[in-house]
């Protein structure tokens, strides 16, 4: 008959143990699967560790936004819009605090260039608008007359003909004598002809002109424009010259600036180059503009005087800036005072005229003809 094994039996059995074949305890295992000899419940599974467990040993993680959330001083468990706002606050701070030079100086700078474009708008209108300077003209006309306040001597008139046909040394050499130069007039043939009625109605129809240099000159930083002219305070007076020295017009003489008659005809000084508007106003379709990078502008003026006469004149003129327009001003010389020119013409009662002949180079007295001194 067959009996049940006993589970005391079971449980007695040898288990094998090491790789030596000894035997062992039983197995703590055992008793768990089979349940504990009280019959209690089974132990509750096995749970991982927490992580704050595991660190617990280095503080508790936690994430960056605590962290910088705890820098700013913001309570635990503030909301994350609070956090966000101040931490934008904080950058702003900070952005500004390392940039503030930077920052400082952009904001700073349109003001401080308003300030000093006005200052220096201010400095510039302040400066004297223009400058006039007047000396007569060097170089030699196409054909000229000289007038000395004395006669000429024998060697003088030699060396006037020492050279054949060396117009422009004698023109030289009469000048370092003290001689005057004066240019014919142009005939200015592309002239309207009211203006040469103009001409020929007036009784100042000298044939020889003053020829000098105007320069215009402006250290502003803003142009000024001159577009008007006026001559004024004219005195007049006899021309005491007492030799006269010319070489002969040969055929009609131009030339480029401005002609005016002292004192001036209607609507000088007109423009005397040989191209369109040729005896026009000059001021009617022209200007001179100085200043604004144009440090300076110059012409060249034949002033007409009546035979016999020396005068002396001034001139006003009118211009234009970016402070005022229309304002007219007299012109003035270096020293301040009203600016004088000297406008000569030929004597009607010179003592000596003395010509210049080309074949051969000979200079001739205009009272005699035949006397004449060559070279040799």
Not at 22 to 50: I, V
Not at 245 to 264: D, K, N, R, T, W
Not at 297 to 314: D, E, N, R, T
């Amino acid at each position: 008959m067959t009996t049940a094994e006993s589970p005391d039996e079971t449980r007695g059995d040898p288990q094998p143990g090491g790789v030596d074949g000894t035997l062992g305890e039983p197995a703590p295992q055992q008793a768990g699967q089979d349940g504990n000899s009280a019959g209690g419940p089974p132990p509750a599974a096995a749970q991982p560790p927490r992580q704050s467990d595991a660190d617990g040993g280095n503080g508790a993680r936690e994430s960056f936004p605590s962290i910088v959330a705890e820098t700013l001083g913001l309570a635990p468990g503030s909301s994350r819009r609070r956090r966000a706002v101040t931490l934008l606050v904080m950058l702003s701070i900070a952005f500004m605090a390392v940039f503030r030079d930077t920052l400082t100086g952009y904001f700073m700078i349109k003001p401080s260039v308003t300030r000093e474009n006005d200052a220096n708008e201010e400095y510039d209108a302040n400066k004297v608008p223009f400058t006039v300077s007047v000396r007569p003209e060097e170089d030699e006309p196409e054909t000229w007359a000289v007038v000395l306040d004395r006669a000429l001597t024998a060697e003088e008139k030699q060396k006037l003909v020492a050279v054949e046909n060396d117009r422009a040394g004698a023109f030289s050499y009469l000048k370092k004598l003290g001689g005057r130069p004066l240019a014919t007039t142009a005939t200015l043939e592309k002239a309207p002809e009211r203006y040469k009625d103009q001409l020929l109605a007036s009784p100042n129809l000298g044939g020889y002109a003053d020829v000098f240099q105007m320069n215009v000159m402006s250290t502003r930083s803003i142009s000024v424009v001159i577009n008007g002219w006026q001559v004024t305070d004219v005195t007049c007076r006899k021309n005491t010259g007492h030799t006269i020295v010319v070489l002969p017009e040969q055929g009609g003489a131009s030339y480029e600036g401005l002609q005016l008659h002292i004192p001036p005809l209607p609507g000088e000084p007109v423009l005397s180059d040989e191209v369109d508007g040729q005896g026009e106003s000059y001021f009617s379709t022209r200007y001179i503009e100085v200043g604004g990078g144009q440090p300076s502008a110059g012409l060249k003026v034949h002033a007409i005087v009546p035979p016999g006469k020396s005068c002396q004149w001034g001139i006003k003129v009118r211009y234009d800036d970016a402070y005022q327009k229309g304002r007219w001003v007299q012109l003035k010389d270096g020293s301040g005072k009203p600016l004088r020119i000297r406008t000569d013409s030929i004597p009607t009662d010179a003592q000596e005229t003395w010509g210049f002949i080309v074949q051969p180079w000979r200079l001739c007295d205009s009272s005699k003809p035949r006397k004449c001194v060559t070279h040799g």
